[in-house]
């Protein structure tokens, strides 16, 4: 990996690993709830998205392999990614991302797929912004920021409450933990 992952110790709290899918930029985070607060312990885009359908054993465990990684390290207790859905895209994005959704919903955790339209609409309605103008903002990819909140938007799935933290928090935390 072009990234090293930090030193964590081990938690009682709830840990979820947040995915924004992608073929060249794929964003991973790992959010943690404590109490009633979501904290981004790290985040990153990831180096071995899958990008050639016909390398795909290669790139298969590669993929596996560095997911694994955060999974061994962080321990988290579900995975929550974004479905993946075509605007007019041609070529082969849709069925990579099907395949890398597919692999992670065989890790043995529990996974939900949420389409972009759902998480994004309940934390920009939630917060009155909009995150195409929060990606400006930022000195990561946009893809981290995002999977960070679909990590949180899966900590309050599983909890069934809101919980307390502003996207101007997970920025400054995105921006604190971000691997890249």
């Known amino acids: 990996m072009t990234y090293v992952l930090p030193q964590v110790s081990s938690s009682k ?3 979820i690993l947040g995915f ?22 790290a985040n990153a885009t990831m180096d071995n ?5 016909k390398a795909f054993m290669t790139q ?15 321990n988290p ?9 075509t605007r007019g895209l041609k070529g082969p994005t849709i069925e990579l991302v099907s395949m ?26 939630r917060f009155c912004c909009d995150l195409r103008e ?20 899966g900590l309050e799935i599983a909890t069934k409450k809101q919980l307390s933290f502003t996207v101007e928090q997970i920025l ?3 921006y604190l933990t971000s691997l890249k």
Request: net charge positive; glycine share 6%.
């Open 77 to 85: 207790q579900a995975i929550v990614a974004e479905r993946f859905q």
């Open 49 to 53: 998205p899958l990008h050639d359908i």
């Open 172 to 174: 400054q935390q995105v």
């Open 134 to 153: 929060m990606y400006g903002q930022i000195s990561t990819t946009p893809h981290q920021l995002d999977a960070s909140l679909i990590a949180c938007y």
């Open 60 to 74: 298969r465990d590669a993929f596996l392999s560095e997911v694994q990684s955060w999974i061994e390290l962080f």
């Open 13 to 15: 709290h709830k840990r």
């Open 20 to 41: 924004d899918p992608g073929t060249k930029n794929m964003g991973i985070s790992c959010v943690e709830l404590r109490g009633n607060k979501c904290y981004v312990l």
């Open 100 to 125: 890398m959704l597919g692999i992670l919903g065989m890790l043995g955790l529990p996974v939900l797929f949420v389409p972009a339209v759902v998480w994004k609409n309940k934390f920009q309605k």
